[in-house]
Each structure stands twice: as C-alpha cells, then as structure tokens.
C-alpha cells in the first residue's frame, strides 16, 4: 500500500523535542527517510534508542546556531545520498529550556540581552542558515520544500495572565522569533518559486506535555476546541505539509491550535 512520504527524505532539526520526536515517528510510519538533528544530550540519546537499527533513520549532532555545523551536516548528509526533498526548521529554544530548569523566570524588565539575542541567535538564524543551506545544495537541483515551525504565539500576542503563578511564562524573544519565522517563509516563498521549492509555516497550537489541572483549564478556555492538543495532531498537519499533496501550497502560514486564533 502506498504511504504518504514514500519516496521522500526529510531532514528535521532540534527533532529529539515532544513535537519533533513524534515527526520522527510519523514520518517514519509513512515511508519516509528521515535524518534526525539535534544537540546531543538526553533527548538525542532517547530517540536514537527509540530508532536503533531501523535502516530509514539517521541521526547527526547539528547546533542549528553554528553555521559551520549546518553547512557540514548538509554536505555529510548529501554526499550519503540522503539528498533531503523535506526540510523543517523545528529546533527553538524556549523560555523554559533558555533559564534552565529549576531557574526562576524573568520579568520583562529583568529580561537580559544576551536572552534575548541567545534566542534570536537559535530560533530566527539558525532557521535562516538552515534554509541558507538548503538554497546553496538543493534548491533548484530537484523540487524540495521547507516547512518553519512558528507558534500560536506568532501573530496572536501570549494572555499573559494564565501564567500567573506557574513555573513557566511566554518569553517576549520567543514570541517575536516566531512572528520572524513566517517573514522568512514569505520572503522565500516568492524567491523560490521559479526554482520548484515551496516553504510554508506551521503554527502549532497548545501542546500538551504534563502541564497542571490548572494551567490546562485556563489555556482551554482560550481555544475554541476547550483542551490542548496531542503531539500527534500537530504531526497530522505536519505530515501533510511534508507530502506531495501539498505542492500547490507556498508562503502560507497553516494555523493547528484548536481555533485558538479565530475567536
Ligand atoms: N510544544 C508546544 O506547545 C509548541 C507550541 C507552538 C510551537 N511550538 C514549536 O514547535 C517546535 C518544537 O517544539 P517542542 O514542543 O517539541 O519543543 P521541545 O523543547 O520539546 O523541543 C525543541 C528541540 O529543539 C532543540 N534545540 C534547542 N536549541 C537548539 C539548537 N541550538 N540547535 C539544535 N536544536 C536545538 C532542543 O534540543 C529540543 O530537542 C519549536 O519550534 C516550538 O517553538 C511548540
């Protein structure tokens, strides 16, 4: 039976993460071949584990903030055959994973340049140089596309109070990072579309991920659907920018967060 990726490659960055790892998975399900990037550490070792032995997966340490990491796991990638027709800029760092666990978080005002510049560093050019990357060895060799991975927080400012009293909060940089994101997938829409390549964004939603009885009750009721979402229904979206019957979409941002931004 045919599978929706058949026959495609796809090449996913900061993919040990809950989004990226069930891509990982998805895609995998759907024929495809995928070459896995992240930092090392925990969550690369976790789904190298979870992929051990399967001849459709690879995995290469990639810092998607250090040009010269991106433009050598590009070269290793290509000169293995493993020609990439599917790339997604999905690494980012969060306000969470940017103070570190454990590490209280800042208000606005207490909110660092080096944060903030760390965060534009990772999230807005290491998705650029990935892309950079992608026009130097792919684009207009064979028909390919980009997927960004941008936020229900991109267009649509965070409600700052449901973050009272939690452990975590939107991070300005986060936020106007992914606004950045889809000024790239624009941008390159147009640029690339004499050469067969189409970009596009995707805006997850709420995801998931043990979040407090409390937390869950107070983001529900900002999304029509009322709950966060699973993983997987990103994933269901995600699979479909990454397949052929996608090939007539190009600079659109697709919005997968429950209604969350069309009250
Ligand atoms: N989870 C959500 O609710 C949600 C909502 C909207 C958008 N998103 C976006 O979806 C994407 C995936 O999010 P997630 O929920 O899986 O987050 P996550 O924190 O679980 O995963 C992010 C991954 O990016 C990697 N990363 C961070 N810095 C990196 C760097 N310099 N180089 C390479 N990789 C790096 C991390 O190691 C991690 O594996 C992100 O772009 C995020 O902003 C997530």
């Known amino acids: 039976m045919t599978k929706q990726l058949d026959g495609r490659t796809v ?6 993460g809950v989004l990226g790892s069930t891509y990982v998975r998805r895609m995998l399900e759907q024929g495809a071949r995928v070459v896995s990037t992240d930092l090392p550490g925990a969550r690369a070792d976790a789904l190298k584990a979870a992929h051990d032995g399967n001849e459709n997966f690879r995995f290469y ?3 998607v903030s250090d040009e010269a990491q991106v433009t050598e796991i ?6 293995d055959g493993w020609n990439p027709n599917v790339v997604l800029n999905n690494a980012a760092i969060t306000g969470e994973m940017l103070m570190g666990a454990g590490k209280s978080f800042p208000d606005f005002a207490d909110t660092s340049v080096e944060d903030w510049n760390k965060t534009m560093h990772v999230n807005l050019t290491g998705a650029f140089m990935v892309a950079r990357q ?5 684009v207009g060799n064979y028909p390919c596309t980009l997927v960004n991975v941008a936020s229900m927080y991109a267009l649509n400012g965070a409600h700052h109070p449901i973050y009272d009293g939690m452990p975590f909060k939107n991070f300005s940089a986060y936020g106007v990072t992914k606004a950045g994101i889809h000024g790239l997938t624009v941008w390159l829409a147009g640029y690339w579309a004499k050469r067969q390549a189409t970009v596009n964004t995707i805006a997850p939603g709420a995801v998931f991920n043990n979040h407090s009885e409390e937390f ?4 529900g009721e900002l999304i029509m ?3 966060m979402c699973e993983p997987d229904e990103i994933a269901d979206a995600m699979l479909f920018l990454a397949s052929p019957q996608a090939g007539y979409m190009t600079g659109q941002m697709v919005n997968v967060d429950g209604g969350f931004s069309a009250w």
Not at 74 to 79: D, E, G, N, S
Not at 216 to 219: D, G, N, T
């Open 225 to 227: 659907a009322g709950r």
């Open 11 to 16: 090449f996913i960055t900061g993919s040990g």
């Open 216 to 219: 869950q009750k107070r983001v």
């Open 61 to 63: 340490d990639m810092d």
């Open 134 to 138: 992608m026009d130097r060895d792919i």
């Open 74 to 79: 590009f070269k290793r990638v290509m000169a």
